[in-house]
């Protein structure tokens, strides 16, 4: 299973019925600090769950970093997180 695919199902797993998508930017990333040639290295998550209602913008960025900390602490070098809710546009 490569990084994409491990993201996608730890998140789906984490919030069960969200609308998730994860994108792949790394290579718009070739050559910056933290890059890897062989790419999966800089990621970009939409994320609209129920289970962010109530939550400010950190908090929901904190309960995805931490479903994801492995990732993190691997090779993720960098996370771009947009966490709503279904009635947030």
Do not use: C, W, Y
Not at 28 to 44: I, S
Not at 48 to 60: I, M
């Amino acid at each position: 299973m490569n990084v994409k695919e491990t993201i996608e199902q730890k998140l789906t797993s984490a919030f069960p019925g969200a609308e998730i998508e994860v994108f792949d930017e790394s290579h718009k990333h070739a050559g910056h600090a933290g890059a890897r040639p062989e790419g999966e290295t800089h990621f970009r998550v939409s994320l609209k769950s129920a289970a962010f209602a109530g939550q400010p913008r950190l908090a929901r960025h904190r309960s995805v970093m931490s479903v994801l900390q492995d990732e993190l602490d691997g090779p993720v070098h960098a996370l771009a997180i947009s966490a709503r809710t279904p009635e947030e546009t």
